[in-house]
């Protein structure tokens, strides 16, 4: 025995220290029921004094029933640990032991009927003794038939709890340790009594609290087998020992192990009615899975982690459905704050994925702060571009370094709830260095070819339809270009497979006009990549032009009269029609021959070339990569600075 004690802990804790007195209450009630049957709840009674309750030398707890006794049977089940009778009751005939771990003395005087005449036994109970049972001549301080079980000097880690310890607290701990009789079985009158005042009734004070108002069945998957569990729920007002919604497992009639504390799945750690009261949901779940797995000494059940997630997930279920007006006020103000977090950052929407943001927050915990919705939806931005993350570290020299300023990233928003906005202006600062990065030689000497700046700015071969805001970098070029609502990249018009003839643009943007009101005409913007370093540009032929090369692509768009979708779908162009170009090439001796020959100025800024053709009524401007760096650099250089510190 003394090996099963020794690996038997119990929480350093005042449910700990009370777990003797628990256990010798659990034992009353089961004499009270072979005493009593069906009356028990009505004639039974168990009486737990507390005598100079918090001095640790003097202290001295008993517990009082006036159930069958410890009568002849009772003895010999005494005698045999983990006996037949106990296992009858739900028991182990292992809690009496408990009471080494926190007393030195254990003290046992009944009196009991034997035929038609009442006996008594008195003894110390002493498991380290040869002869544990030291048998007293005395007869009991009680006249009734009954049991009283006393439990003094405590053992010293035990003194300092001993010294806090109240008549409130303890009744509570009762209380909510015998929950299941109070929920679905029956309870006889028990009294706590400390340092000679007044009894307080436990079962007059609780009984109209601990009232159950719902109950059934879930069946989950315990340890690979399917077991169904019964759930008990009960509405108590909020108090100092009752202060957040909880899960309790029961077994033996009893509650077991640790409260499992709900908070974190129902939202909040209690609930406000109509009345601007503050009550918890208390849940007891029991079930023969409980009892199987039940431990000797009947201070936990072995069963899984993962189990006990799955039937507190299961019964948390329950309660949201009965409890949906209390849910739904937790689910509208967190999509208040989050709606709140998009404003200052609206660049997080993308990680909304087309949800609204109360369907999106829905299927989000209910515990969750406007941080950690910001947090999730950084991520779920990033999740929404990866693959243009793939593209830009493909594009870059360097891509490991990028991949770990990306993982960086993330950590830091969700480590420290970082604003998303600085998350995007880093992400800008990358791209700008990796086009830096794709203009210079590779391994072999060469040049990157346009293509790797193309899929920089945004992806070939595809278009807006399948490729949101936040997933390209047209704001390299302009940031006006990012909002148009129609970006075709690398495509033909009609949206099929190149053939002869086809004008194919790098990038052709288009936008219905809202300018003054007026919705009745159509920009059409073409944007071509050349080679970095490139210089063998030659006046005319489309092929070597990159002027001529722009005004035959738009002219054919125009004359199409539309642009067919990735998706499908047709856009037509309406209306007068505005048209611009860019040219984004090195300034290379021959392109600005080039440029020169078609008329094309740069009194304004010597790094930028542009004209606007009367005929084709078209505004083309012809700028370099370092002009593009150095122009997105100044564009952004106060969110540098702010948010970087730059």
């Given at each position: 025995m003394d090996a099963v004690l020794s690996r038997t802990h119990l929480a350093h804790?005042?449910?700990?220290?009370?777990?003797?007195?628990?256990?010798?209450?659990?034992?009353?009630?089961?004499?009270?029921?072979?005493?009593?049957?069906?009356?028990?709840?009505?004639?039974?009674?168990?009486?737990?004094?507390?005598?100079?309750?918090?001095?640790?030398?003097?202290?001295?707890?008993?517990?009082?029933?006036?159930?069958?006794?410890?009568?002849?049977?009772?003895?010999?089940?005494?005698?045999?640990?983990?006996?037949?009778?106990?296992?009858?009751?739900?028991?182990?005939?292992?809690?009496?032991?408990?009471?080494?771990?926190?007393?030195?003395?254990?003290?046992?005087?009944?009196?009991?009927?034997?035929?038609?005449?009442?006996?008594?036994?008195?003894?110390?109970?002493?498991?380290?003794?040869?002869?544990?049972?030291?048998?007293?001549?005395?007869?009991?301080?009680?006249?009734?038939?009954?049991?009283?079980?006393?439990?003094?000097?405590?053992?010293?880690?035990?003194?300092?709890?001993?010294?806090?310890?109240?008549?409130?607290?303890?009744?509570?701990?009762?209380?909510?340790?015998?929950?299941?009789?109070?929920?679905?079985?029956?309870?006889?009158?028990?009294?706590?009594?400390?340092?000679?005042?007044?009894?307080?009734?436990?079962?007059?004070?609780?009984?109209?609290?601990?009232?159950?108002?719902?109950?059934?069945?879930?069946?989950?998957?315990?340890d690979g087998s399917v077991e169904t569990i019964d759930y008990s729920l009960t509405r108590i007002p909020k108090t100092r020992s009752f202060k957040n919604h909880c899960l309790l497992f029961a077994a033996a009639d009893r509650i077991v192990g640790k409260p499992r504390d709900l908070t974190n799945v129902l939202g909040e750690p209690h609930f406000t009615n109509e009345n601007n009261e503050n009550y918890i949901i208390i849940a007891v779940v029991r079930g023969e899975a409980f009892e199987s797995r039940l431990n000797d000494s009947r201070t936990g059940i072995n069963i899984s982690p993962k189990a006990i997630e799955r039937i507190v997930s299961a019964v948390s279920d329950v309660i949201q459905k009965g409890e949906n007006t209390q849910i739904e006020k937790i689910k509208t103000s967190q999509s208040t704050d989050l709606n709140g977090a998009l404003q200052e950052n609206p660049i997080l929407r993308l990680g909304l994925r087309g949800k609204s943001i109360a369907e999106y927050v829905s299927a989000k915990p209910n515990n969750w702060t406007a941080q950690q919705f910001v947090a999730d939806l950084a991520i779920e931005r990033y999740r929404a571009s990866k693959d243009l993350t793939k593209a830009i570290t493909t594009a870059a020299a360097s891509p490991e370094n990028y991949a770990a300023t990306i993982k960086d990233i993330v950590s830091k928003i969700d480590q420290n709830n970082k604003e998303a906005l600085a998350e995007y202006v880093i992400h800008r600062k990358n791209v700008i260095e990796l086009v830096e990065a794709a203009r210079k030689y590779t391994s072999d000497a060469k040049h990157h070819p346009e293509e790797v700046i193309h899929d920089l700015i945004f992806r070939r071969f595809s278009d807006s339809a399948t490729h949101d805001y936040f997933e390209h970098n047209l704001w390299l070029i302009d940031d006006a270009l990012a909002f148009l609502?129609?970006?075709?990249?690398?495509?033909?018009?009609?949206?099929?497979?190149?053939?002869?003839?086809?004008?194919?643009?790098?990038?052709?943007?288009?936008?219905?006009?809202?300018?003054?009101?007026?919705?009745?005409?159509?920009?059409?913007?073409?944007?071509?990549?050349?080679k970095p370093s490139r210089d063998d540009y030659v006046f005319g032929p489309e092929k070597t032009d990159p002027v001529t090369q722009v005004v035959e692509t738009l002219e054919k768009a125009v004359r199409a009269g539309g642009v067919t979708r990735t998706d499908g779908t047709h856009m037509s162009f309406s209306g007068v029609i505005r048209r611009f170009g860019y040219i984004v090439a090195d300034l290379t001796p021959s392109l600005v021959k080039v440029l020169k020959k078609h008329d094309f100025l740069n009194d304004q800024n010597p790094k930028i070339f542009f004209r606007y053709r009367d005929n084709e009524k078209i505004f083309i401007q012809a700028i370099g990569y370092d002009t593009l760096v150095e122009n997105a650099k100044k564009r952004n250089q106060a969110f540098f600075t702010v948010l970087l510190g730059e």
């Open positions: 804790d005042i449910h700990g220290f009370l777990l003797p007195t628990l256990e010798a209450v659990s034992n009353a009630m089961h004499g009270l029921e072979a005493r009593f049957g069906d009356r028990a709840a009505s004639e039974g009674k168990i009486d737990i004094v507390f005598e100079n309750a918090n001095d640790p030398n003097k202290i001295l707890i008993s517990i009082t029933d006036n159930g069958i006794g410890l009568n002849d049977e009772n003895y010999k089940s005494f005698k045999t640990p983990f006996s037949g009778y106990k296992l009858k009751s739900k028991g182990r005939g292992f809690g009496r032991f408990i009471a080494f771990k926190v007393f030195s003395r254990i003290h046992y005087s009944s009196r009991y009927e034997f035929l038609t005449d009442r006996q008594t036994r008195t003894f110390r109970f002493d498991i380290y003794r040869d002869d544990e049972l030291v048998f007293h001549d005395g007869d009991p301080d009680f006249t009734h038939v009954g049991l009283r079980v006393e439990y003094d000097s405590p053992l010293t880690p035990w003194h300092d709890l001993i010294r806090q310890i109240d008549q409130s607290t303890v009744s509570d701990i009762i209380a909510s340790h015998f929950l299941p009789y109070f929920l679905y079985r029956w309870l006889p009158e028990i009294t706590v009594q400390f340092n000679g005042g007044a009894p307080e009734s436990v079962t007059t004070r609780f009984k109209d609290i601990f009232v159950e108002y719902d109950k059934g069945q879930v069946e989950v998957d315990i609502p129609y970006v075709s990249s690398d495509r033909t018009i009609h949206g099929g497979k190149r053939s002869k003839g086809d004008k194919v643009a790098d990038l052709a943007l288009f936008d219905d006009s809202l300018v003054l009101g007026d919705n009745d005409g159509t920009t059409v913007t073409i944007v071509e990549f050349k």
